[in-house]
């Protein structure tokens, strides 16, 4: 009976591995896929960053959601993944959430959740919850980043908000990332930098002239910018969240793997302890008959 039952529990542990080894699979090509779409939006990206910088810092024009708001709330926006099974990837989104609310015991936050996981950050922290978004596509389209932002747009120009934070997940390589909190509204132009990776681009726009106005083109490149920073962000954390899959999984693995070989080695002794006896018993049988 022993035998049966931890050769059963080989079986399912076996199983298990199996599964956690294809999830790690396809973490992995979805790892990728989302780091592609972000390095293939990143000139879009980088040349708008320039033109804003242009005309913001050198053309010393401004712009509403360059500065900070008229009320005196915060809106956090959320980022965490719909599925669990990804390791510590929103435990770390909610640390980052709960220390930011400690931080800021006098101020009433709200919250903007992107993935059922980001609710339930939501609901830990006691935060006013003022939408979900937790039916987005595999790798977010245009019209639903566009969506996400009109919205984030509709409440700061509410004049209720001084900021709206981002809290999201940094892609670093396939065995890094960090949770950080950013501020999306007023944007940064150091935060957008750094978002966009544009550091190494510098042009000189004094020889151009600009139609209708460089104002107009502003108000045109401000939030063209932010849905850019946003998309980027949202692939960041999509490509953390399967980083950190990857890695739970293949943790996973390695311990269905481990636990195989020591309930075989128990096999093995129990099967032998099995023999054994059953040959005691027939010696003892065959001395007791003579």
Known sequence: MQTKTIKQKMKSVANIGKITKAMEMISVSKMKKAISKRNASSLFAKESFVLLENLHEHKNLSHPYLESGKGEKVLILAIASNKGLCGGYNINVSKQVSKFVKENPNTEID??????????????????????????????????????????????????????????????????????????????????????????????????????????????????????????????????????????????????????????????????????QEIAEIVGGSSAVS
């Open 111 to 276: 919250i903007i959740a992107v993935g059922r996981q980001a609710k339930k950050i939501a609901s830990r922290n006691e935060l006013n919850l003022l939408a979900s978004f937790d039916e987005f596509s595999e790798y977010y389209t245009a019209s639903e980043v566009r969506s996400l932002l009109h919205v984030l747009f509709e409440k700061f120009d509410s004049e209720e908000y001084s900021s709206i934070k981002i809290v999201y997940t940094e892609f670093i390589s396939s065995l890094s990332y960090e949770a950080k909190i950013q501020s999306l509204i007023p944007l940064s132009i150091d935060t957008a930098r750094e978002i966009v990776g544009a550091d190494d681009v510098k042009r000189d726009f004094a020889q151009y002239s600009f139609e209708p106005s460089e104002q107009e083109v502003l108000n045109t490149v401000v939030p063209a910018v932010l849905m850019t920073v946003l998309y980027q962000l949202l692939l960041e954390g999509l490509a953390s969240e399967h980083s950190s899959r990857v890695s739970a999984m293949k943790n996973a693995s390695d311990n269905a793997r481990d636990l195989g070989e020591e309930l075989r080695i128990n096999y093995n002794r129990a099967r032998q302890a099995a023999i054994t």
